[in-house]
């Protein structure tokens, strides 16, 4: 019989930070290989990585910063 922790797998990471600067999603995607920023989409940068296949997104708002990792 397997136990409640052998069934729990860790799926999302959302990290939240005031990095006490502005920015620039823009200018990130492209600096970043393989990143997207569509402003009239959606409000964030989303980069997925080649190896994993694992989607990062890095979403702006007025107060901070959030990275959320799928």
Known sequence: MSTLAD???IENVVASSDLGQELALDQLSTDLPGAEYNPEDHS???????DSGRISSLCKT?????????
């Open 7 to 9: 069934t729990i797998h």
């Open 44 to 50: 964030s940068l989303v980069k997925k990585s080649r």
């Open 62 to 70: 007025r107060l901070r910063s959030l990275l959320i990792i799928f």
